[in-house]
């Protein structure tokens, strides 16, 4: 989550950031409860094909030179790879450059 809201502000000149939890229950019978959590900024966005490597070892944003954002790239990869093994998934979503991105990610609740 640190390095999720990290980045949202390093990518974010100006505008905001919006953090959103909540709890939520599954429908179908016998399926855990859940937390999402989802980090909305209004920052430089990412195109479609960024976002086809966004997870992977060493990818940066765009912007990450001109905004002279730091590290290496692997924090969203390190990020995905404890909440999968923790039973969760994460994603994001962007409209395009420019347009913010928002960042999701759940985990069950045992």
Do not use: C
Request: glycine share 12%.
């Amino acid at each position: 989550m640190i390095n999720l809201i990290d980045n949202a502000i390093k990518y974010t000149e100006k505008g905001e950031i919006k953090v959103e939890v909540l709890i939520r229950s599954s429908s179908v019978e016998g399926m855990e409860k859940n937390v999402l959590v989802k980090i909305k900024d209004t920052g430089i966005g990412l195109s479609p094909e960024k976002m086809t490597h966004l997870f992977e070892w060493f990818s940066r944003g765009n912007g990450a030179m001109r905004l002279d954002a730091g590290g290496f790239g692997l924090g969203l990869y390190i990020a995905k790879k404890i909440i999968e093994k923790a039973g969760g998934k994460i994603w994001a979503e962007s409209p395009g450059e420019n347009q913010g991105t928002t960042f999701f990610f759940t985990l069950p609740l045992k």
